[in-house]
Every structure is written in structure tokens, then in C-alpha cells.
């Protein structure tokens, strides 16, 4: 079934794309997760997950960020605040205008995480760099950008899914570092590299995990494995899915001076006590992880594990109560991958903070 792509026009002349699985026949309690693609590859990636989401109650939104196809170009304009207020005004518009149902709360303990015991609501899920978008909602104590009449509709029904990709001090391969490599051939380079299957010395196979206790030095930094997810891309697929050169963008984000505002927000969203208490208190945390990605994937999910388990140790850091399960065997792309394994085996730690 094919999924056209269709446009919502923001305040300020923005406009952004998606396309939608739509409602699941006769349901009234689905949860609507909206996805949030990384760098390079758009939202097309996840197209598969159209097609399972009626089964499992879900309606999925895939949404094209800023500077992808259909969706307005960045201008030099761009802060966090606004980023972050055009992704709420989103969110307003998919809820009025399609008429998600409200949240219904489970009884399961917050610390849990988004499950789908707690049927309708929204839930945010970012993918790779994309994180850095949906971390820019959740990372402020209060953006006044964003109006009261809007935090109030999401303050109900959001919760938020994060796998977060934010590479730190680097001794292993990093495409965009790469000095030798010609312009016109990182975009294949760096799809090569963030799709491969890589076997890290640190897992653990009896808790079938990246261990947090780990250092980076311990993962896969290879430029590439022999195998990819996206080799086995058609050239319509490529066409449709990789935007290499709308990732300029995105790429300066990498950069040491855009890192330090970048993980001021995840701090703020995750870690900091007055945001957490004072902007979306109630949203969840799921952290998807998986055992053979890349290095630097890997090494923020550990990270994060760290930072979190330290945070739970002092009772004086109140922090948000994060989820995280390891998808096992899986590298950047198990929703390309093993988008229709019901089986696949995923090791969850809820760490209390």
C-alpha cells in the first residue's frame, strides 16, 4: 500500500512532510508513534513499519526534518528553541487534525517506560541524530516559544522513545573526520559505515548487552564491515531514502563547537532536576539500543547507561526515569533489517533514578 507524502504548514512560512499509516480500522485507543530520522537517510527508511503498525494498534507518522524532501530548508536562523517549538507545533497540529486518542494511563509503574498497556497518547521516537531534535523539546525548563495552550494539549499525551547518537572524544573512525575522503564520496562512505554489522570485543553474552562499564576503546571502530544494510538497497530505494548532500547540515552539528549546546539539551532533558520537574514532568523514556552498531551509537548508549546509573546512586539528583532495552543482534537498522521479526531478542533494564 503506498503512503503519499503530505505536508502540514507551521506558523512562519515552515512546512513539514511526512506520511502516515492512518488510524488502524475500528480502533480508538491507538498510540500514534512519530519517528524522527537521523542524518543522510530520510524518513523513507522506515516505511516497513507502515505496514505492521494496524496489527499492533499503531498508527505511524514518519516525519521529514527541516532540509528534506518537502520539508522547508534551514536558514542560518535556526536555533534550539525554535527547533524544538516547530516539532510541538507538529505534534498540535497531527493531534487536532487527526484526532489521536487521548492517553490512557496503565497501572504500570512510571519507571517502566512507554509500553503499550497505556493504549492512544503519542509517542516520540527519534532515530540516530534525530534524537538531537526530539532532546530539543525535552530540554529546556520552559521554551517560550512553545505557548501555554500547547504545552498544555501535549503535556497529557506525550511520552517520548529515544535512541541517542551524540559521538564524544574520538578514538575510532568518524566518516565526516576523515580528511582523505573526497566530498562527493562521504555520503556513500558514511551510509557504508553507519549501517554495518560490527562485532564489539565488549559485549557481553550473558546478558546479551553492551556492557556500560565498558570504555570506547573496547567497540568496533572500523571504518566499514563486509556487511550492510544498505547494500541491498535497490537504486530506487537510494533515491528515495539517502539525501547526502541536505546532510551538510546536520554534519556541522558534529562539530565540537555545536556539541557543547547539544549535550547542554540532553543533559536538561534526561539529567537536570528543575527541567525534568517543570517541562513534560510525565513523559517516559524508552532507550532503544542494539548490540552491532556502530561505535559511536554504541558508545552513547553506554554512556547514557553511566550517567544515568551514577545519577540513580545520589538521592539528592533526581533525574528521569529512563528505560532501556537492548535489541540483540541488531545494528543501526533493525526497523530496515528485522522490521517484521516479532522474535527478536531484546535484554530490558529499567535503572531508577
Known sequence: MSHPIQTY??????ELSFTDS?????????????????????????????????????????????DYV???????????????????????????????????????????????????GVAIM????????????????KNPMISDKHYDLLQEPT?????ISCPLDNPNYLPWADSTIPPENIPQIFSDWASSYYDHPCYDPQSRCLPYTASMYDLDGRPKTETTSVSSWTEEEIA???????????????MSDMQQPIG?????????????????????????????????????????????????????????????????GGNHFPHWDQAQEKGIHSNSTALRG
Not at 9 to 14: A, D, E, T, V
Open 159 to 163: 511520552s517520548c522513545r529515544l535512541r
Open 264 to 328: 547542554v539539551s540532553a543533559h536538561q532533558a534526561l539529567f537536570d532536576e528543575e527541567s525534568v520537574q517543570h517541562w513534560f514532568p510525565d513523559a517516559k523514556v524508552t532507550y532503544l539500543g542494539v548490540t552491532r552498531t556502530n561505535w559511536s551509537c554504541a558508545w552513547a548508549e553506554m554512556e547514557t547507561k553511566r550517567r544515568y546509573y551514577d545519577n540513580a546512586k545520589d538521592s539528592l539528583r533526581q533525574g528521569r526515569n529512563i528505560k532501556f532495552i537492548d535489541i540483540d
Open 70 to 120: 518537502g520539508s522547508t530548508p534551514y536558514t542560518k536562523n535556526v536555533f534550539w528553541e525554535r527547533l524544538s517549538a516547530q516539532l510541538a507545533e507538529f505534534v498540535v497540529m497531527l493531534i487536532q487534525n487527526e484526532g489521536i486518542p487521548r492517553l490512557t494511563h496503565s497501572t504500570e509503574s512510571h519507571s517502566e517506560g512507554l509500553d503499550l498497556k497505556g493504549r492512544g
Open 22 to 66: 492512518g488510524a488502524p480500522p475500528n480502533s480508538r485507543d491507538y498510540t500514534t508513534l512519530l519517528v524522527v530520522h537521523g542524518t543522510a537517510f530520510n524518513a523513507y527508511q522506515f516505511h516497513k513499519l507502515h505496514s505492521y503498525a494496524h496489527a499492533l494498534n499503531l498508527r505511524t507518522v514518519l516525519l521529514h526534518r527541516r
Open 9 to 14: 504548514s507551521l506558523s512562519r512560512g515552515i
Open 126 to 141: 527519534g532515530w540516530s541524530f534525530g534524537c538531537a531534535t526530539v532532546l530539543s523539546l525535552f530540554g529546556v525548563v
Open 240 to 254: 528515495k531514502g539517502i539525501e547526502g548532500n541536505n546532510a551538510r547540515s546536520d554534519i556541522s552539528m558534529f
